[in-house]
Nanobody, 124 residues
Framework: VQLQASGGGLVQAGGSLRLSCVAS????????MAWFRQAPGKEREFVAV????????YYADSVKGRFTISRDKAKNTLLLQMNSLKPEDTAVYHC??????????????????WGQGTLVTVSS
């Protein structure tokens, strides 16, 4: 499975961006797709996940109510709508795909496949 993320850029605080991640290859083998982010000098942290089983979604507390994750299965595309952006949202955003069990969906190590990342910069 190959993942290609796009949509990052520079935006002012309070603005919006939409990230996309297109999956190709053996996409039938994956159930869950997620977004993680990594700021300079920090570890990769969970942002949101959408599960294939029932399309259930989970969010990090820091983005809940501002970000929305969705998935277009027909286009093998994962989306992340980011509203009310804050300077602390600045990071490289990575999409991940795999088959984690529920207790590990917030852990980067649970995802087998990763995209190259797209940079989001929020200015104050």
């Amino acid at each position: 499975v190959q993942l290609q993320a796009s949509g990052g850029g520079l935006v002012q605080a309070g603005g919006s961006l939409r990230l996309s991640c297109v999956a190709s290859g053996s996409v039938y083998s994956i159930n869950d797709m997620a977004w993680f982010r990594q700021a300079p000098g920090k570890e990769r942290e969970f942002v949101a996940v959408i599960r294939s089983s029932g399309s259930r979604t989970y969010y990090a507390d820091s983005v809940k109510g501002r970000f929305t994750i969705s998935r277009d299965k027909a286009k093998n595309t994962l989306l992340l709508q980011m509203n009310s952006l804050k300077p602390e949202d600045t990071a490289v955003y990575h999409c991940g795909a795999g088959n984690p069990i529920l207790s590990t969906v917030r852990e980067a190590r649970a995802y087998r496949y990763w995209g190259q990342g797209t940079l989001v910069t929020v200015s104050s």
